[in-house]
């Protein structure tokens, strides 16, 4: 994706401008160009401009985005959160790194630092989160949530509901969900703050997911259907592992993105 953001440089300074990274994004997006693949298995194609309209008959059958890396702080909001009780009760200070397994290798997206939380009915999601999240992430994440939840004749598969707090896990009335606000760069916790691996936007290539690896104590790069957690670490050691995330970063040549601006709202 093409984004209008903020990042940190290797030396640590902060700059401002379009980059590229990748990154969930559900609602609409625009072809900006295609793009020179060295390695079709790892570049990417093609480099989209996310916006968003949300439709006239509701969100019924849509997917929902999450985690959420737009505005001024990033969120997770429902992900897995319905089969796992230890996943909606994490702890300020908690880093939750979200990715994928690809040939043998475990591939970061996203580094969320939870800063604070929010819990909410995912049936009642833009009421309880008014004033909580920005309007951009109550029409693309918590407007599926609400209309899924409310009617599952049109919802998508059973897997990914089961997974991702998609109608199924979400029908019962009384299901809690919590809405994690990630750290920043000017409000870090315990000198963390949240980021997403990119680059500065130009030339013809983007790049590929820069794989990471930790401790398995910690961490597996393991193909998972679930999350793999760890619980009761001291904040020397989360600080550690997180760095190690953002030096396994760097070290592919890559920025940390720690603001992404919001996508633009069309009519539908």
């Given at each position: 994706?093409?984004?209008?953001?903020?990042?940190?440089?290797?030396?640590?300074s902060?700059?401002?401008?379009?980059?590229?990274?990748?990154?969930?994004?559900?609602?609409?997006s625009?072809?900006?160009?295609?793009?020179?693949?060295?390695?079709?298995?790892?570049?990417?194609?093609?480099?989209?401009?996310?916006?968003?309209?949300?439709?006239?008959?509701?969100?019924?059958?849509?997917?929902?985005?999450?985690?959420?890396?737009?505005?001024?702080?990033?969120?997770?909001?429902?992900?897995?959160?319905?089969?796992?009780?230890?996943?909606?009760?994490?702890?300020?200070?908690?880093?939750?790194?979200?990715?994928?397994?690809?040939?043998?290798?475990?591939l970061?997206?996203?580094?969320?630092?939870?800063?604070?939380?929010?819990?909410?009915?995912?049936?009642?999601?833009?009421?309880?989160?008014?004033?909580?999240?920005?309007?951009?992430?109550?029409?693309?994440?918590?407007?599926?949530?609400?209309?899924?939840?409310?009617?599952?004749?049109?919802?998508?598969s059973?897997?990914?509901?089961?997974?991702?707090?998609?109608?199924?896990?979400?029908?019962?009335?009384?299901?809690?969900?919590?809405?994690?606000?990630?750290?920043?760069?000017?409000?870090?916790?315990?000198?963390?703050?949240?980021?997403f691996?990119?680059?500065?936007?130009?030339?013809?290539?983007?790049?590929?997911?820069?794989?990471?690896?930790?401790?398995?104590?910690?961490?597996?790069?393991?193909?998972?259907?679930?999350?793999?957690?760890?619980?009761?670490?001291?904040?020397?050691?989360?600080?550690?592992?997180?760095?190690?995330?953002?030096?396994?970063?760097?070290?592919?040549?890559?920025?940390?993105?720690?603001?992404a601006?919001?996508?633009?709202?069309?009519?539908?």
């Amino acid at each position: 994706m093409q984004l209008r953001g903020e990042w940190l440089q290797i030396d640590g300074s902060t700059r401002s401008g379009e980059l590229w990274a990748w990154g969930e994004w559900e609602p609409q997006s625009r072809l900006l160009r295609r793009l020179h693949q060295p390695d079709a298995d790892a570049h990417p194609a093609c480099l989209w401009l996310p916006y968003y309209a949300v439709p006239d008959d509701g969100c019924e059958g849509l997917h929902n985005t999450d985690p959420f890396i737009f505005g001024d702080q990033f969120l997770y909001s429902n992900c897995r959160q319905p089969n796992s009780t230890r996943l909606r009760r994490l702890a300020r200070g908690s880093v939750i790194a979200f990715g994928s397994h690809k040939a043998g290798r475990w591939l970061l997206d996203t580094v969320l630092v939870v800063a604070d939380f929010v819990d909410y009915s995912p049936s009642w999601a833009r009421s309880d989160l008014a004033g909580q999240a920005p309007l951009a992430f109550l029409d693309v994440t918590g407007r599926p949530l609400e209309d899924n939840s409310h009617n599952s004749a049109c919802a998508p598969s059973p897997n990914h509901r089961e997974r991702c707090g998609g109608p199924r896990a979400c029908h019962d009335p009384d299901t809690t969900l919590r809405l994690y606000r990630g750290a920043t760069p000017t409000h870090p916790v315990h000198g963390m703050f949240s980021f997403f691996p990119a680059m500065p936007a130009g030339g013809d290539t983007g790049f590929p997911r820069p794989s990471v690896e930790l401790c398995e104590s910690y961490f597996t790069n393991k193909p998972l259907r679930s999350h793999k957690q760890s619980c009761d670490l001291s904040r020397e050691t989360m600080a550690r592992l997180w760095k190690s995330l953002a030096t396994q970063v760097r070290s592919e040549g890559l920025v940390l993105g720690t603001h992404a601006a919001l996508p633009e709202r069309h009519e539908a």
